[in-house]
């Protein structure tokens, strides 16, 4: 299946207008002509200035062929080092107890800054024992490998002072879920270079618990944190662990090149609010593959900004591979693009699903004002058992009052995403 959706375009400057309230006076009976007229012109224009999109060929044979039926994306990580690195410690080794009691924040922030300035150069990789580690956020380098063994649980801080706030994203401006800075991710990076988060099947907690209760009693004063989240880096390899209860979204690259995200098992509650298994976010030459996801949202969403801001950073998500994904969400999609799209996403490919028990098995979504585009999407081999939309429909209604867009209409009534837009 093919599918091409230009959206309706916001401005930089000022948020779309809203729908005028009904009742409207009576229509002249040539508006809906010259409305359908502006709209054919208006999608002309904005398909003359897309990006190129690569052959879609180009991605599907991309990769090492190591993946089932000898096809993966996996080459689209090109660390140099191929996962080498000069120096190796424990986290123990900076005085971390495994007892799931002690907070290890500072001897995890110790380990990666001591392992940096050892490896001067040659890369480091941080092993994480069997044990439950309780830390708080910590930011890793470039060049780092960290290493999760089997039985070694890294668990989320239960105190929010231990995820400090910083600036929202550029591409949405004001901040996602509140006004004002956000949550740090429990494992954060930017402006990395050849990232490896892999392991012998450890497992990464978020104990979102806390975070989703305050989201439910409306008590939230700051968008809350991701479990893993790297922004302006490029050659990531996420791989070989398990990823469970997120605050927010589990694993957001955000503004990266060169991901690859693959054999892993994500894992939420099915209520559990907004905790997205795989989000990429203005980012290119991404590979999913091999993962096995239950989440409370969207298995895996491809996004690039919201509203002005995003229009205004214009930093579109394309050259994206989605395979041989499977799981379950009782209210969302297996593969989700948006809402958030206003950079614009292009050039994706979509194949062997496996959904469940679902909303959706693929989903394109907007809403008023949101601008950007969505073209060169391919999606095949969907398997889907007992999902409620097998199709979802583009239905934009033209307003004759003010001759302006209206809010996209699906055969869904409404995001499920808590009074978000």
């Known amino acids: 299946m093919r599918c091409d959706a230009i959206l309706p375009h916001a401005t930089a400057h000022e948020p779309a207008p809203r729908p005028c309230p009904r009742p409207c006076r009576a229509a002249h009976p040539l508006l809906p002509v010259a409305a359908a007229a502006l709209l054919l012109a208006s999608s002309y224009l904005a398909l003359a200035y897309l990006p190129a999109a690569a052959p879609l060929t ?35 080794e900076f005085g971390a107890v495994g007892d799931g009691v002690t907070s290890n924040t500072a001897a995890f922030r110790r380990a990666v800054a001591a392992l940096e300035a050892m490896a001067g150069g040659g890369g480091a990789r941080l092993e994480v024992p069997p044990g439950r580690w309780v830390t708080g956020s910590f930011n890793l380098t470039s060049r780092f490998t960290l290493f999760l063994h089997h039985g070694a649980f890294i668990l989320g801080s239960q105190d929010p002072e231990e995820w400090p706030l910083i600036a929202p994203l550029p591409s949405y401006g004001r901040g996602r879920e509140r006004l004002g800075p956000r949550h740090i991710s429990l494992i954060h990076g930017e402006g990395l270079d050849d990232v490896v988060i892999t392991g012998n099947n450890g497992t990464i907690d978020g104990q979102g618990r806390i975070w989703w209760d305050l989201w439910w009693n409306r008590t939230l004063n700051h968008t809350r944190g991701h479990l893993i989240e790297l922004m302006n880096s490029t050659n990531i390899m996420i791989s070989s662990i398990t990823l469970r209860n997120s605050p927010f979204w589990t694993v957001h690259p955000v503004y990266c090149r060169n991901v690859v995200i693959r054999n892993l098992t994500v894992l939420a509650p099915l209520n559990a609010p907004n905790t997205d298994g795989i989000d990429p976010d203005s980012s290119s030459e991404v590979c999913i593959e091999d993962c096995y996801i239950e989440s409370g949202d969207d298995l895996v969403a491809v996004k690039s900004g919201w509203d002005q801001y995003g229009i205004s950073v214009g930093k579109p998500s394309s050259n994206i591979i989605i395979q041989r994904v499977s799981g379950t969400t009782p209210t969302c ?31 394109i979504k907007s809403d008023v004002g949101r601008g950007g585009y969505i073209t060169n999407i391919t999606i095949e081999n969907v398997r889907m058992e007992k999902v409620k939309f097998a199709k979802q429909k583009f239905v934009f209604e033209i307003l004759k009052c003010k001759m302006q867009f209206a809010k996209q209409k699906f055969q869904s009534n409404q995001d499920p995403k808590s009074g978000m837009p």
């Open 58 to 92: 180009a991605l599907i044979g991309s990769g090492g062929g190591d993946g089932h039926n000898g096809s993966s994306c996996a080459g689209f990580y090109r660390g140099g080092s191929s996962g080498w690195r000069a120096v190796s410690a424990s986290v123990e």
């Open 333 to 363: 999609s297996g593969v989700g693009f948006g809402s958030e799209m206003s950079g614009g996403i292009s050039n994706v490919v979509v194949r062997d699903l496996h959904i469940w028990n679902s909303a959706q098995a693929v989903r």
